[in-house]
């Protein structure tokens, strides 16, 4: 199995270049969703937390859209945030970097706590599920009462139980790519890969298990966005 090397300079500066975009064709529309649920927040001064910020290209985003905006944004590969860092640099003083392992999340002091806001992007299943479970139960504590925490993630696929349905599905997104693959090709990239996704309902049990009253707001394929709240 394979293991994306995010603290690569090589592999960081491929993937930034080439856009996740590429294995992933409803990207846009995902984004836009989470950016929609992000601009009905409103946080009193402006900060929210991102969890796995990578190279900044979902900032670049907020920033465009939600002029207030301003966010703490970690993320466990120094070559990524340097990538975020050049890249917002001219959004001076709305970005402040964590170098920080979301697996080692419990004993980080986070600046600007609490957050009406805190999300993460297509990085949770970089990390195991017990993981995943602690990180839920920090970040309940990171949000003031009533703040939100959106997930937008990879989960877990049935390929070897319907695996002609997903073929139909991904030769329809398929179309939409400038650089196409096929399902088998798909199916043996992500079924190859070492990391964790998990599913819906997984994750859906660990966020009430937090305290979180949630539910998923979009579902398409192996990507969802979930959205919860602290109660």
């Known amino acids: 199995m394979t293991k994306?090397?995010?603290?690569?300079?090589?592999?960081?500066?491929?993937?930034?270049?080439?856009?996740?975009?590429?294995?992933n064709p409803d990207r846009?529309?995902?984004?836009d969703i989470l950016i929609t649920l992000l601009e009905g927040v409103k946080p009193?001064?402006?900060?929210?937390?991102?969890?796995?910020?990578?190279?900044?290209?979902?900032?670049?985003?907020?920033?465009?859209?939600?002029?207030?905006?301003?966010?703490?944004?970690?993320?466990?590969?120094?070559e990524m945030l340097k990538l975020a860092s050049k890249r917002l640099s001219v959004y001076e003083g709305r970005y402040q970097p964590i170098l920080c392992d979301m697996n080692d999340l419990k004993e980080v002091e986070?600046?600007?706590?609490?957050?009406?806001?805190?999300?993460?992007?297509?990085?949770?299943?970089e990390i195991p599920h017990e993981s995943k479970q602690a990180v839920y139960e920090k970040v309940y504590g990171l949000l003031r009462p009533g703040g939100a925490f959106y997930i937008l993630d990879r989960i877990e696929p049935r390929f070897d139980?319907?695996?002609?349905?997903?073929?139909?599905?991904?030769?329809?997104?398929?179309?939409?790519?400038d650089a196409p693959m096929t399902f088998h090709e798909y199916r043996e990239r992500y079924g190859g890969k070492d990391d964790y996704p998990a599913k819906l309902d997984e994750q859906l049990g660990w966020l009430a298990a937090a305290g979180f009253a949630a539910a998923p707001l979009y579902l398409h394929y192996n990507r969802a966005l979930i959205a919860a709240r602290k109660t």
């Open 110 to 125: 986070f600046p600007r706590a609490p957050y009406s806001a805190v999300f993460s992007s297509q990085a949770l299943h």
């Open 4 to 23: 994306d090397a995010w603290g690569e300079e090589g592999f960081a500066k491929s993937w930034d270049a080439v856009n996740a975009a590429r294995d």
């Open 28 to 31: 846009a529309n995902q984004l």
């Open 44 to 78: 009193d001064d402006g900060w929210i937390l991102d969890l796995g910020a990578g190279s900044g290209q979902v900032e670049t985003l907020i920033f465009e859209r939600i002029p207030h905006a301003r966010v703490v944004c970690l993320d466990s590969s120094e």
């Open 161 to 177: 139980d319907l695996p002609d349905d997903y073929e139909c599905v991904w030769n329809r997104l398929n179309r939409q790519m």
